[in-house]
């Protein structure tokens, strides 16, 4: 013969409080789930008729998932283009020889290249 | 022996002269004439009376020190806060946490005259006094929602964006919370009590707060006088937060083998500027017409949010995640220390929620664990989950993705587990106010 277990009141309450709170919360996240889901197919979607309107679109790509593209790839692409730009000056790739007057210049003349004091070789 | 040893022991003899010269100052007390507050009305000149007015008043200062009127429960307090400090400044313990906290134990439990009803406004349960109106921010649930503010205002979603269903394993772990909730039922606690208690699982010290403050006040509800559980549960679900490095690794390692641990999950994907300043937007519409209960919480997280992701309000963006959550912090983690007054802080309550919230974090472990392998179940190839991240369902941010990170580098040096662990870490935040909305609504 099973004994017949007795739940307070409270407890069986407990229960179903618990049993549905669970329920509400999951249902919240996965309605974040689905939406949010749906929210980064339809902003590709819309990048992909964007691209096919402005003649843009490779043809080698079917599935719009190839679209999307990793962070560490669009931390390298960035890591490239900074390197590119923002590293070095901007200059304007022309180059000037200017003639001047002055024939003679000191710079590189033999005599001051010479020292007394040096050491003649044994 | 060894130099923290040595420490210990030094806090230790500290504690136990203390108490020594506690117990002596009351053994004198009992021999003393009794004490009266209003002066002797025989203004005599004699030096005998003199002398009695002058050990009256030496006597009357004595009774108004601290070793007159500490408890042993006092200095057992001001042990537990020097703990604090030493476990924040020696192993680095959620420091900005522990040392306010660790201090307002210490400043909550400095003995001082309470007898006869007379109210010095020095307590934090005393009428007018500044740490009573410091703590207003606790009982009224203000600080809570702007710590929310400067979360969501430091929070990166992208993450959670880019693979929504990491979601999910937020809202497994919440099953900490409503575990709990029936635990402190079956303990005895009555059913706004428990709804407080049962937070402590969410791991979120703010929403911990912010729920006890409705529902475990002291004040009657849902038809029930309810006790005062605010410090309990608000210590308990800090010192567990702080606790968090040791209480998960195990049950990870317990509910996962070493193949699973050793999962790689495929990269991220970039999220673009225009998603990430619609989600908080979206979230909060839906979470909280959902459950309105949470509105303070959510509400301050997402508005934090969209200012950091707008890109036009950088300063208030800056403020909220700054100064404005320091201030906010600061102000809490003291107010809720010295909201440990011995008398009304250890009683055999406090034991129970320390054993529950101990068990409510082990319980949210397992279940995010054990549902990033239900849902690799359904997965396969590169959509497997590295079961190791459920344990980041958790909403102790970013303490619980740390965690997962430092495992899953332990069983491949070159498997960083972080940026994934972060979905499901601020899913949590979320799943946790969006469960203490979903209990104020049925408690209240």
Known sequence: ?122 | MNRSYRKAFTVAAAIIVLFVVQTLLHQTHSFAAPLSVSSSADTGTSVLNFGGEVLNGIQKFISFTGFRNASSGNLIMIAVGLLFIFLAIRFDYEPLLLVPIGTGIIIGNIPFFQDGGVNLQLGIYQQGSVLNYLYYGVVKGIYPPLIFLGIGAMTDFSSLISNPRLILLGAAAQVGIFLTFLGALFLGFSMPEAGAIGIIGGADGPTAIFLSSKLANGSIVHGLQTKNLIGPIAIAAYSYMALVPVIQPPVMRLLTNKKERKIRMKPTRAVSKREKIIFPIVALILTTFISPGALPLLGMLFFGNLLKESGVTKRLADTARTSLIDIVTILLGLTVGASTQADVFLTPQSILIFVLGALSFVVATAGGVIFAKVMNLFSSGDNKINPLIGAAGVSAVPDSARVVQTEGLRYDPSNHLLMHAMAPNVAGVIGSAVAAGIMMSFLM
């Open chain 1, 1 to 122: 013969m099973i004994a017949e277990i007795q739940i307070p009141t409270v407890i069986e309450e407990g229960i179903v409080i618990a049993i549905t709170g669970y329920a509400i919360v999951f249902v919240a996240l996965l309605l974040l789930y689905y939406l949010f889901s749906s929210l980064s197919k339809f902003l590709t979607w819309q990048i992909k008729q964007n691209l096919i309107k402005s003649g843009r679109f490779p043809k080698h790509i079917k599935k719009e998932d190839s679209l999307h593209i990793s962070g560490e790839t669009a931390a390298a692409i960035a890591m490239a283009i900074y390197l590119c730009r923002d590293l070095h000056d901007d200059e304007s790739n022309v180059l000037t020889i200017k003639k001047i007057s002055k024939v003679y210049s000191p710079w590189s003349s033999k005599i001051y290249g010479i020292n007394k004091w040096s050491k003649s070789p044994r």
